[in-house]
Nanobody, 128 residues
Framework: VQLQASGGGLVQAGGSLRLSCAASGLTFSRYAMGWFRQAPGKEREFVAAISRSGRKKGFADSVTGRFTTSRDDAKNTVYLQMSSLKPEDTAVYYC??????????????????????WGQGTLVTVSS
């Protein structure tokens, strides 16, 4: 299984970025997908998740209204669209896959411990 995250970079505050995460080696439609981030010296934190059906989504309070997530099962890819970026959004962003085939098509988790596979991370730096 491989999750390949991309799209990170340097952006000014108020700007936008779209992260992508391409999955291979798994049956993508059986997995909820999540985004987490970790800033230097801080713990990993939940950012967003999308159920395997794509109908249910969840977001951390800190990004609600600014970030959104979507998936394209034909491309085995999940996206994180980030707008109105703030310096405090600076972190390494990770995508992760959570096998939820037996948990209902609308389920997802904000707990990183429940995720089965992880990407390598992509760095997002927001300058003030």
């Amino acid at each position: 299984v491989q999750l390949q995250a991309s799209g990170g970079g340097l952006v000014q505050a108020g700007g936008s970025l779209r992260l992508s995460c391409a999955a291979s080696g798994l049956t993508f439609s059986r997995y909820a997908m999540g985004w987490f981030r970790q800033a230097p010296g801080k713990e990993r934190e939940f950012v967003a998740a999308i159920s395997r059906s794509g109908r249910k989504k969840g977001f951390a309070d800190s990004v609600t209204g600014r970030f959104t997530t979507s998936r394209d099962d034909a491309k085995n890819t999940v996206y994180l669209q980030m707008s109105s970026l703030k310096p405090e959004d600076t972190a390494v962003y990770y995508c992760a896959a959570d096998f939820t085939y037996y948990s209902g098509s609308g389920s997802y988790s904000d707990n990183w411990r429940e995720y089965d596979y992880w990407g390598q991370g992509t760095l997002v730096t927001v300058s003030s």
